[in-house]
């Protein structure tokens, strides 16, 4: 188990949050769970990952991007993946969760949560943890 953290002061381009979330997305199976994402930030994971599945809230996604054409975009891609995005309204937890490992925490999976931010995180990979988080998932 690890704790992870990031400091706005830190004036630091390193993200550890996105290091460790790259490290367990690589070539896995993909569940994320977050209702704040930057388009950017998952198409690069989706695009490391085998395969993906999303779990948000549609109207708090595209509300928190105020650029228009962004939410334009947004929208387009959720209609192009709608078979792996569910909608739950309020959704607020940010979940990372790949074949043997899971990543919590505060950070959104945008830019700014990953990088900026003053956040903080665990990730760990238990077994007994990690599957009880897939059947949470499933049952969203």
Request: with cysteine; proline share 3%.
């Amino acid at each position: 188990m690890k704790l992870i953290d990031h400091k706005t002061s830190d004036n630091n381009p390193y993200s550890p949050f996105d290091s460790e979330i790259v490290s367990l997305a690589n070539g896995q199976d993909l569940l994320l769970v977050s209702p704040y994402i930057g388009l950017s930030y998952l198409k690069r994971l989706i695009k490391i990952s085998k395969s993906w599945k999303l779990v948000t809230d549609f109207q708090e996604w595209i509300i928190s991007h105020p650029n228009k054409s962004k939410r334009f975009e947004i929208c387009d891609f959720i209609s192009e993946n709608f078979e792996n995005i569910k909608h739950i309204t309020d959704i607020h937890a940010k979940v990372l969760i790949t074949d043997t490992s899971a990543f919590l925490g505060s950070a959104n999976f945008t830019e700014k949560g990953i990088q900026i931010r003053t956040e903080m995180s665990i990730s760990f990979s238990e077994t007994e943890k990690v599957e009880e988080l897939k059947k949470w998932f499933n049952l969203l």
